[in-house]
């Protein structure tokens, strides 16, 4: 059964530190999509790929966030410096076509982050 | 600004009961999507649909495209129900979430 694999499921870390989180797409699916989900805010778009190209990012503090796909089987978000208040769930998620519309989306299990 | 409300924020139910979860988004949309968010975190797309009435299983999802609001139903509902479900507005890529709707379903 193909899924989305994200790693690590859990990190703890200091302020300050940098944090990578990677996500392996379902093999085929063209369209990768970051989110981040708060109790405050719940899920919220961070960035998505098209094809490994970014397509929009405008969701991610640019300052400490990047995002990059660097081939077609792998993900990652990084941040650096992290702050207390990225503490959050972030979820990959792969889709094919040409919009989420084209096809349901396949959630990764999520990387839960805490930054003391 | 499209935003997208759900109701109730939170829903118990009886072993057996019919449930019902409604969404309604502001702006045109191509397609909204339905998904599950288990107690363990883990998401998954129940359905994504555009106009009509989509079933699986004891889950069927309805839209109303002209007063922009759609409903997910549960026929005899059972405590694996018990989730969160989230309803997400879909306008080119650009999902917009929900708040979401904790079901418990009590045996």
């Known amino acids: 059964d193909a899924r989305v694999t994200q790693t690590p499921r859990h990190k703890v870390t200091e302020m300050g530190q940098e944090v990578t989180m990677r996500c392996q797409p379902i093999?085929?699916?063209?369209?990768v999509f970051w989110y981040r989900q708060t109790m405050m805010q719940g899920l919220e778009l961070l960035a998505y790929?098209?094809?490994?190209?970014?397509?929009?990012d405008s969701g991610m503090p640019k300052d400490r966030f990047s995002a990059e796909m660097p081939d077609a089987t792998l993900a990652t978000l990084k941040i650096q410096p992290s702050e207390p208040r990225d503490s959050a769930v972030y979820f990959c998620a792969s889709g094919l076509g040409q919009g989420t519309y084209n096809s349901p989306l396949h959630f990764g299990n999520g990387t839960r982050l805490t930054v003391t | 600004k499209n935003e997208v409300e759900q109701s109730p924020q939170n829903l118990t139910a009886q072993e057996g009961e019919f449930i019902t979860i409604n969404c309604s988004y502001s702006?045109?949309?191509?397609?909204l999507h339905w998904l599950q968010q288990h107690p363990g975190g883990g998401i998954v797309s129940l359905f994504m649909l555009s106009s009509g009435k989509k079933k699986h299983g004891r889950l069927i999802a309805t839209i109303n495209i002209q007063e922009k609001h759609s409903s997910l139903h549960i026929t005899a509902s059972h405590p694996r129900d018990s989730a969160v479900y989230i309803c997400a507005s879909d306008n080119t890529d650009k999902l917009i979430f929900g708040t979401g709707t904790r079901l418990q379903v009590f045996p």
């Open positions: 790929f098209r094809n490994r190209a970014p397509l929009d």
């Open positions: 702006v045109g949309i191509s397609a």
């Open positions: 093999l085929g699916h063209n369209t």
